[in-house]
């Protein structure tokens, strides 16, 4: 397991010898953040419509858009086995149905990669930039990473740590695929919380999650929820973590961050051929021992 864990929002000097991983779904945390800058800057409401569809940037980032999830897709999970190249994204929506609503917007709650995607799609609008621009001129400089990027080709992916035994194609990845070191997926979420990126109100907002349950067996979560693009919830020992945990072929990363009113810690983990849940409990496990 490769971990790293930060405090105080302090800037580390990248190691070189730092192997690259994927970020999975803690991309989404790093969409989010980008994303509530064009909030920051009055570009963009989080309670407006956008993208002329009925739902707003609150609802995509907390996933109660009322939009499905390719993931559902039996053919997605036989395409991805079989190394198979991504679909176009057009293709892929018209096999889901994407554009149809699966419930009102805000009166339930279903994770969807799709409403990340459309996350993106706002990003570019919004500043005319790719997306791969935006995120690092909005998100990635200002928080002092320097070796964070996105994975759009199968020799991209090959870079990282999985790379010399995955034939995954990252663009199956809709709304994009970080990748970068474990250290600097600590210190993006440690910053952002440490920082000025974003002005304490949207921060108390991003935190605002919907609770989503009781205990999840094999998992730490207590009362987990989501937010705005993070994981929030309580854990063991009265803390809440805030951040979020990605899982693709082969491999899971947890970042998150914990406090006790003095200090906080942000802890990252990655870890090839595990679960979810093992890997959340080993950072749950550090962030314990740093804040006692």
Known sequence: MLSALVSNGQPRTPDPSEPLVPWWSFTK???????????RDGRVGLDAPVLDQPFTLRQLLRHEA?????????DYHAAVANNESAWPASEMMQRLEGARLRYSPG?????????????????ER?????????VSQRALIPLGLSNVRFARTRADLQTTLLGSTSEYDPAWVYHGLLIGPVSQ??????????????????????????TLGGPIPGRP????????????????????????TGCGPGSVIAVYRAGN????????????????GAVEAQVVAQLLKALR
């Not at 979560?221 to 979020?244: D, K």
């Open 107 to 123: 009166t339930a709650w279903r994770y969807s990669n799709v409403g990340y995607m459309l996350v993106g799609s706002l990003i």
């Open 185 to 210: 997926a600590a210190q993006f979420l440690d910053r952002l919380f440490c920082t000025g990126l974003l002005p304490t109100g949207l921060l108390q907002q991003m935190q605002a999650a919907r």
């Open 66 to 74: 009322g939009l499905a999830d390719y993931g559902e897709l039996a």
């Open 261 to 276: 009113g003095d200090e906080s810690f942000s802890c990252a983990a990655f870890e090839a051929d595990e679960r979810e």
């Open 126 to 134: 919004l500043t005319d930039l790719t997306l791969d621009e935006a």
């Open 29 to 39: 945390t790093v969409l989010a953040a980008t994303a509530l800058t064009l909030v």
């Open 221 to 244: 979560w207590i009362t987990p929820g989501y937010g705005l693009g993070v994981m929030q919830g309580e854990v063991e020992g009265g803390f809440t973590l805030c951040g979020h």
